[in-house]
C-alpha cells in the first residue's frame, strides 16, 4: 500500500512539472508570438509612413499649373507620398514674403523657373541640402537661377537664361565615360519634340536595379548642350539628340543623380508639360512615371521598396499611365 502511494505520489510530482513545463512553454510561445507581431506591426507601420514631400513651383516658363498637380498624384497615387505645395507669388509680384520652411520634409522637388527666392529662402534651401535632404530636380527647374552658385551644384547642369561657359562645361557620354567638355558656347537648346531612346549607363543602383538598359519614351524634348559643375554621381540614361532633329549630335545625360554635401539628390530632364492634365505625353509616358516615382523614393529615403512594373516600356514601344497611376493588374 505504502508503495503505492509513494508511486501515486511521484507520478502526481511528475504530472505536475509536466504540466509546469507546459504552462511555462506556453507563456514563452506567447510572449514571443507577441513580440514577433509587435515587431511586424512596427515594420509595417515605419513601411506605410510616407514620405513628406514639398513641390516648389508657382513661376515657369512652363505649364506649372498642370505639371504640379501632375507630380503629386504620380507621388501620391503610389502610397508611398504626401506631397504639400509651395507656390511662389506670380513673376514680377514681390517675393519678400515667400518663406519657405523646409524643416517638416525629407524631399522637395524644385518645378520652379523664375525670379529670385528671398535671400532667407535660399539659405534655408542650402541648409537643408547640406544637411541632407532629398531633392528632385525636375524638368526646366534646371533653367532657373543661372547665377545661384549653388544651386548650379544641386543641379549638376543646367541650360539657358545666358549660361555659357563661364557656368561649368557641357558633359556628354563619349567612349563609355561622361566627357567634360570646356569649349566655349551657349547653355541648353532643345530640338522639336520626338519619341527617343533611352540607353542605360549605370550597371548597379537601387533606382535603377531590374529595369531595362533600353526603353523608348514619349514624345518629349530631348535637351542638349546643357551646361554646369557637372559633378555627377550615378549617370543613368542618355539619349543620342540627333543632328537631324536640330539636335547636339551627343548622348546627352538626362537622368543622373548629383553630388551635393549630404545631399541624396535626383536629376531628370524629362517631362515637358503638356497643354493640360488629359493631354500630357512626356508625363503620362510610364517610363517618366516610374523613374520620378523611384528617384524620389532613393532621394528621400537612399532605398527604393518599389518592385519593377510590368508596364514599364521596352526597346521598342512606349508605355502609357494616362491617370498617373499603376494599373491594378501589374
Ligand atoms: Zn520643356
Redesign the pocket.
Known sequence: MQKYNIQFYLLHLLDMNINLIKYYMKTMLKKSLFLAFALLFACTLSAKKPIKTLIITGQN??NWQVSHLVIKDILENSGLFTVDFAISPEKGKDMTNFLVDFSPYSLVILDYNGDAWPAETMQRFEKFAQKGGGIVVY??ANNSFPKWAEYNKICGLGGWEGRNEKSGPYAYWLKGELHKDYSPGRGGS?GPQHEYMMNGRATNHPIINGLPNRWVHAKD?L?DRMRGPADIADLFYTAYSDTAKAGSGREEPLIFTVKYGKSRIFHTMLG??GPSYENNPAMQCTGFQVMLLRGAEWAATGKVTQKVPKDFPSSTYVTYRYDYKEPAEN
Do not use: D, Q, R, S
Request: hydrophobic share 10%; aromatic share 12%; net charge negative.
Open positions: 516658363n512652363h524638368h526646366a532643345h524634348e535637351y515637358h508639360c
